[in-house]
T-cell receptor, first 117, second 114 residues
Framework: AQKVTQAQTEISVVEKEDVTLDCVYE???????LFWYKQPPSGELVFLIR??????QNEISGRYSWNFQKSTSSFNFTITASQVVDSAVYFC??????????????FGKGTSLLVTP | DGGITQSPKYLFRKEGQNVTLSCEQN?????MYWYRQDPGQGLRLIYY???????QKGDIAEGYSVSREKKESFPLTVTSAQKNPTAFYLC?????????????FGNGTRLTVT
């Protein structure tokens, strides 16, 4: 079963618009970690943020912000005033403390974001 | 600068041939991972290694093999038994296994088998 669901396959916005990328996860563990990665056209995945299950405090980093809600098992990512350079595929991922695969991440299928001028 | 090096960036092989993808890291990380990425499928775990001389199968290990003889190196062999080998392969490492640290990824190898 898919543990991380990114329902939005593709999103297209015009520069300066705000955009939210959704992520819903599924786990039975009480201790887990959530991540967001960015994959630009070059292919390399770039780490953006990690949150643990005990810290629901939202986080803001420049134009990026993350909303973690355990009640809805969601970890959404918002880009404010989007820019063309934000165009990429964004992945949400889950790591479970009791997983039998070490700390390997379970990735969602990704959301492709296109920001046009 | 520390990082993960995957080579080559593009690889072409004929069907029925084994091929080995290289992954080297100089981050002094204990754990290393191989993921496969297909269009619209996200990343799927092939193999991982938490320590030298030890490795475990991931979700899609069939048709692949790995070795971990050195801390810095985690090569992946795509064997002829892999039915659909054409894909983008990403290697990653992390401080693990005791800490849940972010994965650091290489630039990937795009394998095409015809």
């Amino acid at each position: 079963a898919q543990k991380v669901t990114q329902a939005q396959t593709e999103i297209s916005v015009v520069e300066k618009e705000d955009v939210t990328l959704d992520c819903v996860y599924e786990t039975r563990d009480t201790t887990y970690y959530l991540f967001w990665y960015k994959q630009p056209p070059s292919g390399e995945l770039v780490f953006l943020i990690r949150r643990n299950s005990f810290d629901e405090q939202n986080e803001i980093s420049g134009r990026y912000s993350w909303n973690f809600q355990k009640s809805t098992s969601s970890f959404n990512f918002t880009i404010t005033a989007s820019q063309v350079v934000d165009s990429a595929v964004y992945f949400c991922a889950l790591s479970e403390a009791n997983s039998n695969s070490g700390y390997a991440l379970n990735f969602g299928k990704g959301t492709s974001l296109l920001v046009t001028p | 600068d520390g990082g993960i090096t995957q080579s080559p960036k593009y690889l072409f092989r004929k069907e029925g041939q084994n091929v080995t993808l290289s992954c080297e890291q100089n981050l002094n990380h204990d754990a290393m991972y191989w993921y496969r990425q297909d269009p619209g499928q996200g990343l799927r775990l092939i193999y991982y290694s938490q320590i030298v001389n030890d490795f475990q199968k991931g979700d899609i290990a069939e048709g692949y093999s790995v070795s971990r003889e050195k801390k810095e190196s985690f090569p992946l062999t795509v064997t002829s038994a892999q039915k659909n080998p054409t894909a983008f392969y990403l290697c990653a490492s992390s401080m693990g296994p005791n800490g849940v640290s972010p994965l650091h990824f290489g630039n990937g190898t795009r394998l095409t088998v015809t």
